[in-house]
């Protein structure tokens, strides 16, 4: 081993579409995440593009919410905005079979003495559009479960239903370290919750390069942060969207049961209750803004 890697140490690894399912979940219960290779193609992209290209090029100020930056463009509301994100990559039978390996949750409860088993199956948490551009520097490296207040213990392997997130990213270019490639730390998601130790704040990451037409898999748990953006031209676009798993809701779905012109006459403890207030951070946002300016 001239690489100084041990043979089990985490990397990450570059696996076909059509190959098993069982190859992706070890890939991710192992690394943390994975690439799909040929997950999509040229025209998908084309047409995901067309889709999001009028939201991207409001002349907004870009968000700066969480890890986002000024020079950030984005496209909320992705999966109705986009019918081919929605259908195409969102929809995609591989994506959803893993969602569902990872974040469908069984349970037996009792009603008096007789056993009950039911399936809570995962929900689309958010899908968005970041477009990074030239001045967007690199992300630190976070967990998108810390948007959930995830607790973990560390583990030396993956035990069932660690994750409460599972997201796919879909770029619409090659990606490389120079375009701000993804950077992940491979394995970070089996660590516990103290302070990461990432070196000179290289140690362990690893640019995600893809090419066009490939996808990427990660769980919640795994540290990871947008790269920085060298070039002085040009974009990086990535699709992303995030399920997480469905008991991460309320009972009552307020938002539904009580329309936006009521909630506006209750009083501010009783809208915050029913979640008019994000919770920190970035938790229960529309279009990357706590949803109170609704209720004005
Ligand atoms: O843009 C990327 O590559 C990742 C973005 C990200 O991790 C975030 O905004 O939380
Ligand atoms: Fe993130």
């Not at 041990?6 to 979940?25: E, G, M, N, Q, T």
């Not at 967990?143 to 959930?148: E, M, P, Q, V």
Request: glycine share 8%; hydrophobic share 35%.
């Amino acid at each position: 081993m001239t690489s100084g890697r041990k043979p089990r140490d985490p990397v990450l690894r570059r696996i076909p579409y059509d190959s098993p399912r069982s190859a992706f979940i070890e890939a991710l219960e192992k690394n943390g995440c994975v690439i799909v290779q040929n997950f999509t193609n040229p025209e998908a992209l084309a047409k995901a593009k067309e889709e999001v290209q009028p939201y991207l090029d409001v002349e907004e100020p870009a968000s700066s919410v969480g890890a986002l930056q000024g020079s950030t463009k984005t496209c909320t509301r992705l999966i109705g905005r986009s019918a081919t994100v929605r259908e195409k990559f969102f929809a995609d039978e591989l994506y959803q079979d893993i969602v569902e390996h990872f974040l469908a949750i069984e349970s037996t409860c009792y009603y008096g003495a007789n056993a009950t088993t039911t399936t809570c199956h995962p929900l689309l948490s958010v899908s968005i559009t970041m477009d990074i551009r030239p001045g967007t520097l690199a992300q630190q490296l976070h967990r998108d479960d810390k948007n959930h207040h995830a607790r973990h213990t560390a583990v030396p392997s993956y035990p069932r239903n660690r994750d409460v997130l599972l997201g796919l990213f879909v770029p619409d270019c090659a990606t490389r370290r120079e375009n701000g490639a993804t950077r992940v730390v491979p394995g970070s998601h089996l660590w516990g919750d103290a302070k990461p130790d990432f070196g000179d704040g290289s140690k362990g990451v690893v640019d995600v390069e893809m090419e066009a037409g490939d996808a990427f898999l990660m769980l919640g748990s795994l540290y990871h942060g947008g790269g920085q953006f060298m070039l002085e031209e040009g974009n990086r676009m990535m699709h992303i969207m995030f399920c997480c798993a469905g008991n991460m809701r309320q009972e009552e779905i307020s938002f539904l049961s009580y329309p936006v012109e009521e909630v506006k006459k209750y009083s501010k403890v009783v809208q915050d209750r029913l979640g008019w207030t994000q919770s920190e951070p970035n938790l229960g946002w529309v279009d990357l803004k706590s949803p109170e300016f609704m209720l004005q």
